[in-house]
């Protein structure tokens, strides 16, 4: 029978009687005649809690520890949402990332997904069960630990998963009816978009639209999943949503697709370092050796031999950061005179494959951004993005703006 993949996001199995909504639409495709995958998150707030609970029994807890506490959100979800499905007497049993297994790499708290091999579930299914509930979000190391896939990971689970079992479609269901032109929640003309591409999609997530995790985008990509976006409070339909697809499907779009903004951000200088060959491979080889995600990079025109250089970085790696730099000027591999961060700035990026032909997008984001009194921080770009970092307090008003001035409330 053919296969589909339908994702419950956090709020959409908040509630007892959510799970039971959910279990409704999931029941409507069973009687169409799929054998449905469904992964399910956390309650809503959940795995907040948890991570909470980790942080204050141990501050520099055991990352191991920290993902078998932190998964077992979606572990009650899977029970309760198959429990549901048998009130309904629909044949269901839930699945943890263990039992199917989701085979995963070993970076705890990030690992990605290696393997899903669906022998175990097929052979359920062959005796009957109609749906397999999979606790998403979570996988089995090769050392037989658990593991979670990073913040947002289920998204990633019901891809890999529609790939693995060939399904039909991937439905992600959650508390917006679709992708938008940029988050609702800060501006109010945001537009729902019938359809994105995966690449303007990838970006917009990796530049901190949360609506899907980045690596669920990049394996739909990847594996040609049909991915689609739609609410799990609205009627159902086989067309509602925003489907995410190949540029090729889409006939019209704008040269901007979206604005996408990402509050986690801090800005770090080291102000006076020597100007010399190899400077920039020292001070990124001691952020990278302690895990530091760098991002946006600038550096100073140097004058009498020291300029400043200066990076973006998740909010929560500042003191690592500081750490590694202090470490590698004691022992003689940096020399500078003071390392500064900034934790009051956001990024805000405006994304559209349009950009690789059409000029002129950096100069009105930028005369926007004037017009407004933002100033520019540091800017980065690529074929189809254009990243600027800025104060925190200008992000929303920013954003508004530029959705405004690239006329993202109308359809091309
Ligand atoms: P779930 O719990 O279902 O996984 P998330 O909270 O992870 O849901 O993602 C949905 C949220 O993503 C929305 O409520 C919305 O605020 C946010 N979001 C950010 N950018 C966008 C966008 N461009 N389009 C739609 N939603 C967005
Ligand atoms: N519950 C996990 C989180 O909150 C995974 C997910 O919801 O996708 O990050
Ligand atoms: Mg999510």
Redesign the pocket.
Same mark, same amino acid.
């Given at each position: 029978m053919p296969v589909l993949v339908m994702k419950f @996001? %956090?709020t959409s199995v908040a509630t007892l009687d959510r799970i039971r909504r959910a279990a409704k639409r999931v029941g409507v495709e069973v009687a169409k005649g799929y054998d449905v995958i469904v992964i399910v998150?956390?309650m809503s707030g959940?795995?907040?809690e948890l991570v909470g609970w980790v942080g204050e029994t141990s501050p520099l807890y055991d990352a191991r520890e920290y993902d078998a506490v932190?998964s077992s959100?979606?572990n009650v979800t899977a029970g309760l949402m198959a429990l549901t499905l048998q009130e309904m007497d629909v044949p269901a049993r839930s699945w943890q990332g263990w039992q199917v297994p989701v085979r995963t790499t070993n970076a705890h708290s990030s690992a990605r997904i290696e393997d899903i091999p669906p022998k175990n579930i097929n052979t359920k299914f062959d005796e009957g069960m109609r749906v397999a509930v999979v606790a998403?979000?979570q996988g089995v190391s090769p050392e037989g630990r658990i593991t979670?896939?990073?913040? @947002? %990971?289920?998204?990633?689970?019901a891809v890999a998963f529609a790939a693995a079992f060939g399904a039909e479609r991937c439905d992600i269901y959650t508390d917006v009816d679709g992708v938008y032109t940029t988050d609702p929640r800060v501006s109010a003309k945001a537009r729902r978009l019938d359809k994105i591409a995966f690449e303007e999609m990838l970006e917009l997530a990796s530049l901190g639209a949360k609506v899907l995790?980045t690596r669920s985008v990049e394996l739909a990509m990847r594996y040609k999943v049909k991915l689609r976006v739609l609410s799990s409070f609205e009627e159902q339909s086989d067309t509602a949503g925003t489907l995410v697809c190949d540029e090729e499907e889409i006939m019209e779009s704008n040269v901007v697709a979206g604005v996408a903004f990402s509050r986690d951000e801090a800005k770090m200088t080291l102000v006076s370092v020597a100007d010399r060959p190899g400077i920039a491979a020292s001070i990124f080889t001691a952020l990278s050796d302690a895990g530091v995600n760098v991002d946006m990079i600038v550096q100073n025109i140097a004058e009498e031999g020291r300029t400043d250089m200066t990076w973006s970085c998740p909010t929560d790696q500042v003191a690592r950061a500081q750490k590694a730099i202090e470490a590698a000027k004691a022992d003689g591999t940096i020399n500078y005179h003071e390392v500064i961060a900034d934790t009051d700035v956001a990024k805000v990026s405006v994304v559209g494959i349009g950009m690789r032909s059409h000029t002129g997008v950096a100069a009105k984001m930028f005369q926007v951004l004037s017009a407004e009194g933002v100033n520019i921080k540091v800017i980065t770009t690529s074929e189809i993005k254009i990243s600027v970092l800025i104060d925190r307090k200008y992000m929303e008003l920013a954003v508004q703006a530029l959705h405004d001035a690239f006329e993202l409330e109308k359809a091309a």
């Open positions: @996001g %956090g998150s956390a959940k795995t907040n932190v959100g979606e998403g979000f979670t896939l990073g913040r @947002g %990971g289920s998204d990633t689970t995790q």
